[in-house]
């Protein structure tokens, strides 16, 4: 039996770099799948990674970074790593490195006698994953510190597969949910809420308590924030539809696009004030708690 392989092994297949849809669409054009091939020549210089416009996880990163502003981020592998862009992630390894890391840390602010406050950040299909081991470890020995699991209930980073708290598969098989604050219930955690961080006043509520539940009793405490990702089919159609518009009044002070780090919100060298990209907003209003003049405000 002969083959006739295409691939990396004869560069019909570029062995390094990204297999973006350019890319793909130039190897299928290249080996005569595809007629004629036209590349999208977008200029990425001054557009970084950044999560999608209205992600929850925007608003549950910017909310922690209320409460926890002199905190250490130990940060894992998914969507939300580009927490770095808004000063929430410090360390990225591995996936479940979050947890390990916090407890490591914990740990090493315990010898040196330093109350120093430490804050993991994990998704759902993530602690599934690799971190709820890391978490009863940390559990048992006693650490101290927040743990914050981001529930989108999707495998957003690599294609939207489902997760384990899901009633079906992703081949569309009805499948038994697993409950992750059943779970965390029953490691006997002391401090467990569940909020949606697009309501930003009861998420700001639940982490000062848990600020609070941690120095009084040295213990971890967990926030699960649940929202269902944007950039699903449900998560768009479930989410709430509230336009903003910037204010005249807008000083140009642009606290709003570095704090918040949203896309959709751009910066007009003409007028020197911030505008509404209304191509790219998703109408979600969770950015109007990112301007502390008050000058983002919902059109009524």
């Known amino acids: ?83 770095v862009n808004l000063g929430v992630t410090d360390t990225v390894f591995c996936m479940g490195a979050s947890v390990s890391f916090a407890f490591g840390f914990n740990k090493a602010f315990k010898l040196s006698d330093k109350n120093q406050h430490v804050v993991a950040i994990i998704g759902d299909s993530t602690f599934f994953h690799t971190g709820l081991s890391a978490l009863i470890d940390a559990i048992h020995n006693n650490a101290k510190f927040l743990l914050v699991i981001l529930d989108n209930s999707t495998v957003a980073m690599t294609g939207n597969q489902k997760t384990l708290s899901s009633p079906v598969n992703s081949l569309g098989e009805a499948v038994k949910p697993i409950s992750i604050e059943k779970i965390v219930r029953s490691l006997d955690i002391g401090f467990l809420e569940i909020v949606d961080p697009y309501d930003f006043k009861k998420s700001i509520e639940v982490l000062k308590q848990s600020k609070d539940y941690i120095e009084k009793n040295s213990s971890i405490a967990v926030i699960i924030f649940r929202h269902l990702c944007v950039n699903t089919d449900e998560g768009l159609k479930n989410n709430p539809i509230i336009k903003v518009f910037v204010d005249n009044d807008c000083k140009g002070c642009k606290l709003c696009i570095d704090e918040f780090e949203c896309q959709s919100l751009i910066f007009n060298e003409d007028t020197k004030q911030v505008e509404i990209d209304r191509k790219t907003c998703i109408d979600c209003a969770q950015c109007i708690y990112s301007c502390p003049f008050g000058s983002i405000k919902v059109l009524k």
Not at 6 to 19: A, F, T
Not at 43 to 72: N, T, W
């Open 1 to 83: 039996l002969q083959l006739n392989l295409q691939g990396r092994r004869n560069n019909i297949v570029p062995k390094e770099g990204e297999l973006s849809m350019d890319v793909c669409e130039q190897i299928l054009y290249n080996i005569g799948v595809l007629d004629s091939f036209v590349p999208v020549n977008i200029d990425f210089k001054d557009k970084p990674p950044s999560l999608c416009p209205g992600c929850a996880h925007r608003s549950a990163f910017f909310e922690i970074k209320q409460v926890y502003s002199d905190a250490i981020f130990a940060g894992d592998i998914g969507c939300y790593t580009l927490g």
